[in-house]
């Protein structure tokens, strides 16, 4: 077992390492001259010159990835500012927003999954088939367009902004995010129900589900003690794999309601092309990825005898 | 020497001809099940529009009317006029061009790059496979829109940048899906008859083993189809995509989003509505083609 994690950590690394380079140079394509490209081309030629020593941008690419890499995250062009206190203070607001997102959506997708799969054929399955997968292919912006129409501009009963006044207590700031958490859900609704439906519609018609039924076990002691535990463990991988979604999302809701967390702060930083920032939203994305994922595949495998036995080979 | 090549001529012919019977039993079966009717209809519609969109609008989608800003739906605008008074059924008309434009051209690109470099990645497994498998993995690790917009700001806007962007991130995940597939070709004995006869491994991989893998393609292609359309209104919504003033339906929303506070509804509803309608359609006929095909 602590092979397979060692093992899992390193490849993990490995993949970091790639990200880096991949972003670092995706930073480097910018044509031209970074100092002229925020001097603008009036600037004199000495004072791009300045800058561009002060950036770092005269020396070689090696020498340039090399500061990147030991003076991460490093400092923000657009705020004049170390990247560090802004990073972690927008990384928290997602924060609240991603788990309060995922506390309904989990047990919302798992029930609308297996509840489908129970009524496998039938109206009801196909009806939250048909409702998952549209829900998974409306863009958020268009979804969350739509509740600020209905809920703030006809009825009123929530606010446009995803962020309460300062000094508001729990439950307010909670009523602030209401609206910006629902164009997340549907989209991590679809994924989450059909694995759980494909999973547990699988765990159904296995051998030992079949044999608990002839044995006389109640159908309902049958799906919870056999098919469940056997369904669910494919959608704790699928719920971490849709971190990466749920973060893309974040970029679109916080843009969309003015919520001043990491999507927002990798937007702006992409608009303004303030790179330093940019690269340090991304590769901050790429750790929370790869860090849920690895966590996932820990526990699934903890859970998963065949899994566990195998890499203990 | 000729027998056998009679033979061989006559066994390809009624191999050409099984194929044509399954392809004509596909469509058969295609036009049967309602999700597919329903969402090629609701397709055809938008491709109409796009193609003679300028010939169907009612108005120029960019003719502005001072006199006439933000007018609610009435018979003259059906959906209202917008901010500069430009008619809003006329700007989601023509806004369906360019995302039908760019969104299948990404996914082509993506796909055959994904195809190729799945083909090579299955095809020599060994290093060749770790080293892309990681480069893949590293590029899965952000999500798509995160990495179009990382990819945009390097390279600035245009719906070239778009498509290429969108059709690099697509080849990743695309490739990932068909060096599944050679995987369980590769063995095969066609495969391994093919070696004998001398056959080149370029040979290999695009004519004896890309045909054998070509349905899961095809899943591919129409899953993302939905995908890039969804990430390329998004990133137009986000001010990366199309440029005003071009009528876009990503675009008129984030342009108008701000009004509607003040209860200009009509300026982004129906866009929001054009979009639900073209992404289900698609997934409704991609749906279907993916139950057809993989029965």
Same mark, same amino acid.
């Given at each position: 077992? /602590?092979?397979?994690?060692?093992?899992?950590?390193?490849?993990?690394?490995?993949?970091?390492?790639?990200?880096?380079?991949?972003?670092?140079?995706?930073?480097?394509?910018?044509?031209?001259?970074?100092?002229?490209?925020?001097?603008?081309?009036?600037?004199?030629?000495?004072?791009?010159?300045?800058?561009?020593?002060?950036?770092?941008?005269?020396?070689?690419?090696?020498?340039?990835?090399?500061?990147? %890499?030991?003076?991460?995250?490093?400092?923000?062009?657009?705020?004049?500012?170390?990247?560090?206190? @802004?990073?972690?203070?927008?990384?928290? =607001?997602?924060?609240?927003?991603?788990? &309060?997102?995922?506390? @309904?959506?989990?047990?919302?997708?798992?029930?609308?999954?297996?509840?489908?799969?129970? =009524?496998?054929? =039938?109206?009801?399955?196909?009806?939250?088939?048909?409702?998952?997968?549209?829900?998974?292919?409306?863009?958020?912006f268009v979804?969350?367009i739509v509740?600020i129409l209905i809920?703030?501009v006809w009825?009123?009963?929530?606010?446009?902004?995803?962020?309460?006044?300062?000094?508001?207590?729990? &439950?307010?700031?909670?009523?602030?995010?209401?609206?910006?958490?629902?164009?997340?859900?549907?989209?991590?609704?679809?994924?989450?129900? $059909?694995?759980?439906?494909?999973? /547990?519609?699988?765990?159904?018609?296995?051998?030992?589900?079949?044999?608990?039924?002839?044995?006389?076990?109640? $159908?309902?002691?049958?799906?919870?003690?056999?098919?469940?535990?056997?369904?669910?463990?494919?959608?704790?991988?699928?719920?971490?794999?849709?971190?990466?979604?749920?973060?893309?999302?974040?970029?679109?809701?916080?843009?969309?309601?003015?919520?001043?967390?990491?999507?927002?702060?990798?937007?702006?930083?992409?608009?303004? $092309?303030?790179?330093?920032?940019?690269?340090?939203?991304?590769?901050? %994305?790429?750790?929370?990825?790869?860090?849920? /994922?690895?966590?996932?595949?820990?526990?699934?495998?903890?859970?998963?005898? $065949?899994?566990?036995?195998?890499?203990?080979? | 020497?000729?027998?056998?090549?009679?033979?061989?001529?006559?066994?390809?012919?009624?191999?050409?001809?099984?194929?044509?019977?399954?392809?004509?039993?596909?469509?058969?079966?295609?036009?049967?099940? #309602?999700? *597919?009717?329903?969402?090629? *209809?609701?397709?055809?519609?938008w491709?109409?529009c796009?193609?003679?969109g300028s010939a169907i609008a009612p108005h120029s989608p960019y003719a502005q009317s001072l006199l006439g800003i933000n007018k609610a739906p009435s018979s003259a605008h059906p959906f209202g006029t917008d901010q500069l008074g430009r008619d809003m059924l006329s700007r989601v008309i023509v806004g369906s061009r360019d995302i039908?434009?760019?969104? #299948?051209?990404?996914?082509?690109?993506?796909?055959?790059?994904?195809?190729?470099?799945?083909?090579?990645?299955?095809?020599?497994?060994?290093?060749?496979?770790?080293?892309?498998?990681? !480069? !893949?993995?590293?590029?899965?690790?952000?999500? +798509?829109?995160?990495?179009?917009?990382?990819?945009?700001?390097?390279?600035?806007?245009?719906?070239?940048?778009?498509?290429?962007?969108?059709?690099?991130?697509?080849? #990743?995940?695309?490739?990932?899906?068909?060096?599944?597939?050679?995987?369980?070709?590769?063995?095969?004995?066609?495969?391994?008859?093919?070696? +004998?006869?001398?056959?080149?491994?370029?040979?290999?991989?695009?004519?004896?083993?890309? #045909?054998?893998?070509?349905?899961?393609?095809? !899943?591919?292609?129409?899953?993302? +189809?939905?995908?890039?359309?969804?990430?390329?209104l998004?990133?137009t919504f986000?001010?990366?995509?199309v440029q005003p003033p071009s009528p876009d339906w990503g675009l008129d929303i984030a342009t108008n989003y701000g009004v509607v506070s003040a209860g200009y509804w009509w300026e982004v509803l129906f866009d929001a509505l054009a979009i639900a309608s073209?992404? !289900?359609?698609?997934?409704?006929?991609?749906?279907?083609?993916?139950?057809?095909?993989?029965?």
């Amino acid at each position: 077992m /602590t092979a397979f994690i060692l093992k899992r950590l390193g490849l993990a690394l490995v993949t970091l390492w790639i990200l880096s380079l991949i972003v670092f140079f995706a930073g480097q394509i910018l044509p031209g001259d970074a100092g002229r490209a925020i001097l603008g081309p009036l600037a004199a030629p000495s004072a791009v010159k300045a800058l561009d020593h002060q950036l770092g941008v005269d020396q070689s690419v090696l020498q340039q990835y090399w500061n990147w %890499i030991t003076h991460f995250p490093g400092t923000s062009q657009q705020y004049q500012a170390p990247i560090g206190p @802004i990073l972690t203070t927008a990384l928290g =607001k997602s924060l609240k927003l991603a788990v &309060f997102a995922f506390i @309904i959506v989990v047990p919302l997708g798992i029930f609308g999954g297996v509840f489908a799969a129970l =009524k496998h054929g =039938k109206w009801q399955d196909r009806t939250i088939t048909v409702v998952g997968q549209s829900a998974l292919t409306v863009p958020e912006f268009v979804s969350g367009i739509v509740l600020i129409l209905i809920f703030s501009v006809w009825l009123g009963w929530l606010p446009v902004s995803a962020t309460a006044p300062p000094g508001s207590g729990f &439950f307010t700031s909670l009523k602030y995010l209401i609206l910006p958490v629902i164009p997340l859900v549907l989209i991590l609704f679809g994924y989450i129900a $059909r694995m759980a439906r494909v999973g /547990t519609i699988e765990a159904l018609g296995s051998d030992y589900a079949r044999t608990a039924t002839l044995k006389g076990l109640p $159908r309902g002691v049958m799906i919870r003690r056999h098919v469940l535990r056997n369904s669910l463990l494919p959608t704790i991988t699928v719920v971490a794999t849709q971190t990466g979604y749920l973060i893309g999302g974040l970029v679109v809701v916080e843009f969309l309601f003015r919520y001043q967390g990491i999507g927002l702060l990798t937007y702006n930083a992409a608009k303004n $092309r303030d790179f330093p920032m940019l690269e340090a939203c991304v590769l901050t %994305i790429g750790v929370i990825y790869m860090l849920v /994922t690895l966590i996932a595949d820990i526990s699934f495998s903890l859970l998963n005898p $065949r899994i566990r036995l195998k890499a203990a080979e | 020497m000729s027998a056998i090549a009679d033979v061989e001529i006559e066994a390809a012919g009624a191999l050409h001809a099984d194929r044509q019977v399954a392809r004509r039993e596909l469509i058969r079966e295609l036009l049967h099940s #309602p999700a *597919f009717v329903i969402g090629a *209809f609701i397709l055809l519609v938008w491709i109409i529009c796009a193609i003679f969109g300028s010939a169907i609008a009612p108005h120029s989608p960019y003719a502005q009317s001072l006199l006439g800003i933000n007018k609610a739906p009435s018979s003259a605008h059906p959906f209202g006029t917008d901010q500069l008074g430009r008619d809003m059924l006329s700007r989601v008309i023509v806004g369906s061009r360019d995302i039908l434009v760019i969104a #299948p051209l990404a996914t082509l690109l993506g796909t055959v790059l994904g195809t190729a470099v799945g083909l090579v990645m299955g095809y020599y497994r060994g290093i060749v496979d770790d080293v892309l498998g990681r !480069v !893949v993995e590293a590029f899965l690790a952000l999500p +798509l829109i995160v990495t179009a917009v990382v990819a945009i700001a390097a390279l600035g806007t245009s719906n070239a940048t778009l498509i290429i962007v969108i059709g690099l991130v697509f080849t #990743p995940l695309i490739a990932r899906t068909v060096r599944a597939a050679v995987l369980q070709e590769r063995d095969l004995d066609y495969v391994a008859a093919a070696r +004998l006869r001398g056959e080149g491994s370029l040979y290999i991989m695009f004519a004896e083993i890309l #045909p054998n893998v070509f349905s899961p393609i095809v !899943v591919e292609f129409t899953v993302r +189809l939905a995908y890039a359309i969804f990430t390329v209104l998004t990133l137009t919504f986000l001010g990366f995509g199309v440029q005003p003033p071009s009528p876009d339906w990503g675009l008129d929303i984030a342009t108008n989003y701000g009004v509607v506070s003040a209860g200009y509804w009509w300026e982004v509803l129906f866009d929001a509505l054009a979009i639900a309608s073209l992404v !289900v359609a698609v997934t409704l006929v991609s749906e279907s083609i993916e139950g057809v095909l993989e029965r």
